[in-house]
């Protein structure tokens, strides 16, 4: 059974750090470009960054490029990782863990970790 599980989210005052992480089961893990997607209240999906099947390339929306960092094992857990610092308020949001792989257009989505940012 294919599982993506986000955990890492919480509370953390403005400027604080936490890390995300997305854990993988049942689909082989470097076959898959890995992003994290995140809502805010009220609001659509936003693609927040990706890293493509080796970690070699990654990507970043403009609103997190330079606070936000993402990476990947593909050695030991199958697992990906955003490691978010400078939080602000406008970073609140559920964050969700997304698989791609690209030849098949095969994806898939893990259930989110809420993130809140606030004093």
């Known amino acids: 059974e294919v599982q993506l599980v986000e955990s890492g989210g919480g509370l953390v005052q403005p400027g604080g750090s936490l890390r995300l992480s997305c854990a993988t089961f049942?689909?082989?893990?470097?076959?898959?470009?890995m992003s994290w997607v995140r809502q805010a209240p009220g609001k659509g999906l936003e693609w927040v960054s990706g890293?493509?099947?080796?970690?070699?390339?990654?990507?970043y929306a403009s609103s997190v490029k330079g606070r936000f960092t993402i990476s990947r094992d593909n050695a030991k857990t199958n697992a990906v990782y955003l490691q978010m610092d400078s939080l602000k308020p406008e970073d609140t949001a559920v964050y969700y863990c997304h698989g791609l792989r690209i030849l098949t257009s095969t994806n898939y989505w893990g259930r989110g970790t809420q993130v809140t940012v606030s004093s």
């Open positions: 049942g689909f082989t893990f470097d076959d898959y470009t």
């Open positions: 890293i493509n099947w080796n970690g070699d390339i990654t990507y």
